[in-house]
């Protein structure tokens, strides 16, 4: 038998999608990770701003929970083999919020305090929320 021609640009095609799956949820997964409090400290508007928009622990709590559930909406739509597989979600995109807190405990050079825990809790909420949003929505819409 006779094998059907490939086109070399086949495989140049297949990994251009693949960047264009990967490449929103490798910018969130760099937004949520980059320092935010050390670019406030060099740049002291910026850190003003950042000390209104998350002047309490609640807001602070829902910017955290609100960006994880931007992140899991996100995998979850890029990668739809996740919905079926929660252990490997939460697994993954936990080790997002454990990068973060590691990040920020190397940025103030402090100990695991109680409120990296907490943060990851919230964030675990966060995406726990995404996961259940799409759930709701495919049993709704399919």
Do not use: C
């Amino acid at each position: 038998m006779r094998e059907a021609p490939t086109s070399p640009t086949q495989p140049a095609i297949a990994n251009r999608r693949t960047l264009l799956r990967v490449a929103p949820l490798t910018a969130l997964l760099a937004l949520i990770l980059f320092p935010f409090e050390w670019l406030g400290r060099l740049w002291p508007a910026f850190g003003h701003a950042l000390d209104d928009a998350f002047a309490t622990e609640t807001e602070h709590a829902i910017g955290h929970a609100t960006l994880f559930a931007i992140f899991g909406l996100l995998a979850l739509t890029l990668f739809p083999a996740l919905r079926q597989r929660s252990w490997r979600y939460f697994g993954l995109l936990l080790l997002a919020g454990l990068g973060q807190e590691g990040f920020q405990l190397l940025f103030k050079w402090r100990p695991l305090a109680y409120d990296d825990v907490r943060d990851l809790l919230v964030d675990l909420i966060g995406l726990t929320l995404a996961f259940v949003l799409v759930r709701l929505w495919r049993a709704i819409v399919f």
